[in-house]
């Protein structure tokens, strides 16, 4: 299966002189479809779950490349993921006609302290909106990069000064592992957009990724050290239980999760 973060990979290695290497595991077999070496390769639990809200991945110039983006997980699971690659002077009119598109409510997810008050929201809806937001789909707008390079990119991509920036309030730390912050506070792309569907009404979306993610973690992990993928572990029964579980007809489906591709 592909997705708009495999494509935009595929584009990103096609203009690249020479292979990418990642960290730790230049030697290793990568499968296509996950990233992870083909010994630990987890397509066959890779979950869809429908969804009413869309995500927009604007990503830095390798992170499509990494194996530990997690951005590629939110693609996995949510249908409508749109992916385009940042460079501050040039911008992809898919982007723009994206984010101009009438049937979307686009959301810009960054930290609220450092935006202009006036343009922070925490919830979708703020009291200001027009009538019609309501009837539109929300499309939350992610940074996926490093976190000097998203402050990088917020500041300089002056097509995303018009949308709302939402400012998420996590109640947990991040339990990413396979990247190293400096701020205890910042989570990863996936985490981000767990919160977000957890905002739009979408908890078994948001619940499914978050179990994916925890699925892919132990998958990567272990085969960076060697050792055996266990599923049978708490991660994979949670991802296999929600796989299990019908969609609520609050979010817009009736059917259950699916895995394959």
């Not at 495999?6 to 096609?14: E, G, I, V, W």
């Not at 194996?67 to 009119?93: C, K, M, Q, Y």
């Not at 109640?171 to 957009?193: I, K, Q």
């Amino acid at each position: 299966m592909t997705h708009a973060v495999s494509r935009l990979r595929s584009a990103r290695l096609a203009r690249s002189v020479k292979p990418f290497l990642a960290r730790g595991g230049s030697r290793l077999e990568r499968c296509a479809g996950c990233r992870v070496p083909v010994s630990h390769c987890l397509c066959d639990l890779r979950p869809r779950v429908p969804t009413r809200a869309g995500v927009c991945l604007l990503m830095a110039d390798i992170e499509p490349l990494k194996p530990s983006n997690t951005g590629w997980l939110i693609a996995d699971v949510v249908a409508d993921t749109f992916a385009f690659g940042w460079a501050r002077t040039e911008i992809d009119p898919a982007l723009i006609a994206l984010l101009a598109d009438a049937q979307w409510q686009p959301y810009l997810v960054f930290p609220g302290e450092f935006v202009l008050p006036g343009r922070v929201v925490t919830a979708l809806l703020p009291a200001d909106a027009p009538p019609d937001a309501a009837l539109k789909r929300p499309l939350f707008v992610l940074l996926d990069a490093t976190w000097p390079e998203a402050r990088k990119m917020f500041r300089k991509s002056p097509y995303l000064d018009h949308l709302p920036v939402l400012s998420l309030l996590p109640d947990h730390l991040s339990r990413y592992r396979l990247r190293r912050s400096r701020r205890e506070d910042h989570l990863c792309t996936s985490e981000v957009g767990a919160l977000c569907l957890e905002l739009a009404g979408e908890a078994h979306a948001a619940q499914t990724l978050t179990a994916y993610l925890d699925v892919f973690t132990h998958h990567y992990v272990q085969a960076r050290n060697q050792l055996p993928v266990n599923r049978d572990d708490a991660a994979h029964r949670r991802l296999r239980s929600l796989r299990l579980t019908p969609v609520a007809a609050t979010e817009g489906a009736s059917t259950a999760a699916t895995i394959g591709p």
